[in-house]
């Protein structure tokens, strides 16, 4: 099973940027579409963006949409989630997990998360 390690969360003023990372080991990485999620507290756990395998198709909500940005290295078997112009809404745990497509996620992958944290 592929183990996910998310990273560079923090704490930050609203309009500021923030970049995560996922490592992924254990697996065949560019087998997989992958997918960054939140969960705000109280809330459930929400898509907030997803790339294919081979990074040609993106897709964001409609709240990140034109202010997070999704990417993935194959080589480094990492995927990232650029986040510009943060709002207090976008505080958050942020994991990443492995998908079928970047609309089908069967797989229980997820990592420990990373939170972040935007103030006003």
């Known amino acids: 099973q592929v183990k996910l390690v998310e990273s560079g969360g923090g704490l930050v003023q609203a309009g500021e940027s923030l970049t995560l990372s996922c490592v992924a080991s254990?697996?065949?990485?560019?087998?997989?579409?992958m997918g960054w999620f939140r969960q705000a507290p109280g809330l459930g756990r929400e898509l907030v963006a997803a790339?294919?395998?081979?990074?040609?198709?993106?897709k964001y909500s409609d709240s990140t949409k034109g202010r997070f940005t999704i990417s993935r290295d194959n080589d480094k078997n990492t995927v990232y989630l650029r986040m510009e112009n943060l709002k207090p809404e976008d505080t958050a745990v942020y994991y990443c997990?492995?998908?079928?497509?970047?609309?089908?996620?069967?797989?229980?992958?997820w990592g420990q998360g990373t939170q972040v944290t935007v103030t006003t």
């Open positions: 997990n492995t998908g079928a497509t970047t609309a089908y996620w069967p797989f229980d992958s």
């Open positions: 254990g697996g065949i990485f560019d087998a997989y579409a």
């Open positions: 790339i294919s395998q081979r990074g040609g198709v993106t």
